[in-house]
């Protein structure tokens, strides 16, 4: 009876004396491992993987952490996430929130300006000729063009997903407009949503982002919303509706980079490297079309991006 | 004989009146929702929608009130959250020490940069260890079916994500049991515990678990431990009701023999209550093995990793074909442990076998010895290879396109039928009750069900989901539920009925039951908002396929509970089929056909939390909305009211269940 576990632990050491083989090696100065967020979106994941890639090739050990996007401010503010390299500007409450708790720092722009706003395809301005106005979404006609049976007479508007802070429910009590909201519960859904509608050619605006392949591309365009004021959402009587918040866009914000304060004193090496880290709208566009069109992972996406630009990453490492 | 008689009528026409009374005040309730529904306009509008200037903010309150106790409060000058990361540190040596030895294995690295690593166990090891196990345990069948779902994990391509999960999962587990059998212990000898532990269990069943995710995260840190703590808080009540209501069932006698054989305590309660109350036992376990599953997507948003996060990860970028092959991988892990467990938990003492027993170990020894050195021999069969593995083209997102390209329009033709005649109608109904008729209509409802203390609660939790301005996305919440749970019944009834009269259509039926229960919901959410888009529609569907299961279970299980004596008797005085099922069956079967209704309606308000993720809108969405505006204590309001909701619905429908028959004098007992 008591041979079996004994003999089992004594493989098990076998194993280990053998396959564990040290493997040694000289490394660089931090020597543990640089937990960086994914999150199953492509634009993120794309900016994270070919940032943890980076420092692969530099030799630190990189660990991706998968979570919610939401929930990593949290884990990044208590040190369990080390750094952020892919933070949208459009999440202003959260980074303004976390920055504010004094663990994390705001490293800077990457680089790549992110719009976030509602968007049409082109046939839709053959259907409301006001766009990209927003005043033009206020016009009877307009409405009725954009509205779809389910749409209960309202303009038929895809919405975000629920962790996208849009604020899409203020802003058309805010603005006076009449809009019906589908809500997509992902991203993936939220873009294939809107294709499909494109295919069918249906009356539809939805909120897009850029950079993107679609709603970045020639395809369509974004309505022109009052420009952000950091009043807007804070003072009712600032902009058009003097007794709402939310009478205005999103901020056009840039993509940032975060890190963790504990996590800079004991690697600065690699918060430098983090701070010359930048990236192109182009480059993004690409990384998520690979992905969402061409069916690459995020990793292969990344990797892609690594081997093409060897030039441009070199600099950026001691 | 006469006086017993007499008294034997006397309580036959007082049951009969309350069953007359039972009715007019629930007839009484109906017309006062519709009054309610129809004097709108005539009655303050107060009544129907709590007026702003008298709104609770405990939202806001809650915000700052868990913002203080997460982020500022100290206890001996350390924060709470350093006492419950040392308190997760010590749960996480365990499940880190699986999770290193299945899939990650260790890294070292010393003061000058030297590193070593020593790699995970090899794929073929652990297969043939978990194997051996199996067909210790049970036999070969078992043994075989390990193996083979050892294999599909790394055919799949799956190996390290499954092996993540199956550590966290058996940690899960072993927890939930010694947690869960100390808890319904101590219910059983201290009943009065149960007055503090039911409420407590009831919120910690049905509190969608979006709501309290960034609490957890700050408490334990991002990780497995945290993973750990989100899936007991959801997985361990049943285990410990389980124990508790087996424990209530071993009869006295169990009790006086371990008393006269002088057991001690341990013993009292090891091998004499524990093994009695076996059968009952195993129903716990085998409800921890499912909802601990259950959470294994969700536990992936907060760092538990593994097969989890690959399904949430097919249903964002809807890849069904993805999806299905790791939400299989997730059944097949369900099926394995809940067999093994199974095995374990009924295997008898043969104390007559001991040379046999070990020849059996022996056996089992030799073949791990071999498996060992076959994977010290190559290195195939220390890591799974990629040039074994399948690759997935996807056909099965292609079929959903090809369906899509095909049938688009039928599918859009139910979208619009559902929302324009069913959903919306519905919601426009219920919105338009308003609280006040509602929490009048309650009350009558709570004395015809027999339970005046329900009024209260029923009053209470009206008021209260009122007065936090939250009625309105209850109703939208609500609209869906009720709306799933028609449909499941729509189906799952006659399916049910069917099974219950046929074994032949039971066989086939609860294989298919099994499958909808394993299956992680998450993996046909992406078929159906393929199909039917996001919204309000598909939320509908999900939720119908999700609680179908349960409805043809329990259905078809009250139906067959019901004394066959008694249906020969009602044919042999002659009664027709139909009548018989209609005066005889469906009487008799009542409180096991309320129950049903029951687990349907708690099946659907545990799904609607999910069907945020395909675009619904209610007190669900609440949940998930407020983390990203970082008001986590509103999230926990609305995650609460969500639960009190579901709370009631169960208090109502358990006290119909032993009320008897609509119009029928006798009472059932439950």
């Given at each position: 009876m008591k041979n079996h576990p004994r003999g089992l632990m004594l493989t098990t050491a076998l194993l280990f004396a053998t396959a564990g083989s040290a493997a040694l090696a000289e490394g660089p100065t931090y020597q543990e491992t640089v937990r960086i967020p994914v999150y199953n979106v492509p634009d993120s994941d794309f900016i994270d993987y070919v940032f943890g890639g980076l420092l692969t090739k530099a030799g630190y050990s990189v660990e991706y952490l998968k979570i919610d996007y939401t929930a990593h401010f949290t884990a990044l503010e208590f040190g369990?996430?080390?750094?952020?390299?892919?933070?949208?500007?459009?999440?202003k409450e959260l980074i303004d929130k976390t920055v504010a708790s004094g663990a994390v720092v705001n490293a800077g722009s990457l680089g790549v300006m992110t719009r976030e706003s509602w968007w049409y395809p082109n046939y839709v301005a053959e259907l409301?000729?006001?766009?990209?106005?927003?005043?033009?979404?206020?016009?009877p006609d307009c409405i009725k063009a954009l509205?779809?049976?389910?749409?209960d007479g309202k303009i038929n508007y895809l919405g975000t997903p629920p962790d996208f802070a849009a604020y899409d429910v203020e802003r058309i009590e805010a603005l006076g407009l009449e809009a019906h909201i589908t809500l997509p519960g992902t991203v993936g859904t939220m873009v294939a949503t809107m294709q499909g509608a494109m295919q069918k050619k249906e009356p539809i605006i939805g909120w897009g982002l850029s950079p993107h392949w679609l709603y970045g591309s020639g395809e369509g365009q974004f309505v022109e919303f009052p420009l952000y004021d950091d009043?807007?959402?804070?003072?009712?009587?600032?902009?058009?509706?003097?007794?709402?918040?939310?009478d205005c866009a999103l901020s056009v914000g840039e993509i940032v980079k975060l890190y963790n304060v504990e996590f800079a004193e004991s690697a600065p090496d690699v918060v430098a490297i983090l701070d010359k880290f930048k990236l192109t709208t182009d480059d993004m566009a690409k990384g998520i079309a690979r992905q969402d069109?061409?069916?690459?992972t995020p990793e292969r996406a990344a990797q892609e991006w690594l081997d093409a630009n060897t030039e441009v990453w070199s600099k950026w490492l001691p | 004989m006469v006086a017993l008689t007499e008294a034997g009528r006397a309580k036959n026409v007082s049951l009969a009146r309350t069953a007359v009374r039972a009715r007019t005040l629930v007839l009484a309730a109906i017309a006062l929702i519709l009054m309610g529904y129809a004097a709108r306009g005539l009655l303050p509008e107060a009544l129907y929608v709590w007026p702003d200037s008298l709104r609770v903010p405990l939202q806001a309150k809650a915000n700052s009130w868990l913002d203080q106790l997460l982020r500022h409060t100290q206890i001996f000058d350390r924060p709470l959250r350093a006492w419950t990361r040392d308190f997760g540190e010590v749960l996480g040596i365990p499940m880190r020490f699986i999770q290193n030895l299945l899939a990650n294995g260790w890294n070292y690295s010393d003061a000058s940069g030297n590193r070593a690593t020593v790699p995970p166990l090899p794929w073929l090891v652990i297969a043939a260890v978990c194997a051996a196990v199996s067909w210790l345990v049970s036999g070969v069948r078992l043994a075989l079916f390990t193996l083979a779902t050892f294999v599909y994990f790394g055919l799949i391509g799956l190996w390290n994500e499954a092996m993540l999960t199956l550590a966290s999962v058996t940690v899960c587990i072993a927890l939930g049991v010694v947690i869960g059998l100390v808890a319904g212990i101590a219910l059983w000898r201290w009943p009065r515990l149960e007055a503090v532990l039911t409420p407590i269990f009831d919120v910690m069943q049905t509190i969608p678990p979006f709501s309290y995710l960034v609490p957890v995260l700050i408490l334990f840190g991002f990780g497995p431990v945290s993973a750990l703590v989100a899936t007991l808080i959801f997985a361990l009540p049943p285990m410990a009701r389980a124990t508790a209501y087996a424990l209530r069932r071993v009869p006295a006698s169990i009790l006086e023999l371990s008393e006269m054989t002088g057991a001690n305590f341990m013993q009292l309660q090891r091998k004499i209550l524990l093994s009695s109350a076996r059968t009952d036992l195993l129903l716990g376990l085998n409800q921890l093995v499912m909802m601990s599953l259950a959470m294994v997507i969700l536990a992936s948003m907060i760092g538990a990793g593994g097969l989890g996060g690959e399904v949430l990860k097919a249903l964002q970028t809807l890849r069904f074909g993805r999806g299905l092959e790791a939400g299989f991988a997730i059944t097949l892990m369900a099926i394995n442990l809940y067999s093994v467990g199974h095995a374990v938990a009924t295997r008898r003492p043969n104390h007559a076998a001991g040379p046999e027993n070990r020849r059996r170990l022996f056996v089992a020894g030799a073949f791990v010895t071999v498996c060992v050195v076959v994977a010290l021999l190559h290195p195939a069969f220390r890591q799974f290879p990629e040039a074994w593995t399948l690759s997935s083209s996807d056909v099965m997102a292609q079929g959903v396109a090809w369906l899509n390209g095909n049938l688009g329009w039928v599918f859009e033709a139910f979208h619009t039928f559902t929302t324009l005649w069913v959903l919306r109608p519905l919601l426009a109904f219920l919105q338009g009750i308003g609280w006040f008729p509602m929490a009048l209509a309650l009350i009558l409802l709570a004395f015809a069900v027999g339970r005046p203390r329900l009024a209260i609660l029923s009053t209470l939790t009206v008021l209260s989901v009122a007065a936090i301005g939250y009625w309105n996305l209850s109703m939208i919440t609500l609209h869906l539920v009720i709306a799933g749970t028609l449909l499941s019944l729509l189906i799952g009834v006659p399916v049910g009925i069917l099974a219950a009269s046929s074994p032949r259509v039971h066989a086939v039926t609860s294989a298919i039951v099994t499958m909808l229960q394993t299956l992680p919901s998450f993996v046909y959410l992406i078929p159906i908002v393929m199909l039917l888009g996001p919204g309000d529609v598909s939320g509908m569907l999900a939720i119908a396929i999700y609680a179908m299961a349960t409805t043809i279970r329990y259905v078809s299980h009250a139906l067959k509970e019901v004394d066959g004596a008694i249906l020969e008797a009602a044919d042999i005085f002659g009664a027709s089929p139909w009548q018989t099922f209609c005066k005889v069956r469906m009487p008799l079967a009542w409180p096991g056909l309320v129950l049903a209704l029951n687990q349907t309606l708690m099946m659907a308000v545990g799904m609607v939390v999910i069907t945020v993720l395909i675009g619904s809108r209610g007190l669900e969405l609440e949940t998930i909305e407020a983390i990203a505006k970082v008001e986590a204590g509103r999230s926990l309001v609305a995650g609460l009211t969500i639960s009190a909701l579901a709370i009631l619905i169960d208090r109502f429908l358990n006290a119909a269940a032993t009320?008897?028959?609509?119009?029928?004098p006798q009472k059932v007992s439950s």
């Open positions: 369990d996430v080390d750094l952020s390299p892919a933070v949208w500007g459009t999440t409301c000729p006001g766009l990209p106005d927003w005043t033009a979404l206020k016009t509205s779809t049976p389910t749409s009043l807007c959402h804070t003072d009712p009587s600032w902009g058009v509706n003097p007794d709402k918040i939310w069109l061409d069916g690459l | 009320r008897g028959f609509p119009g029928h």
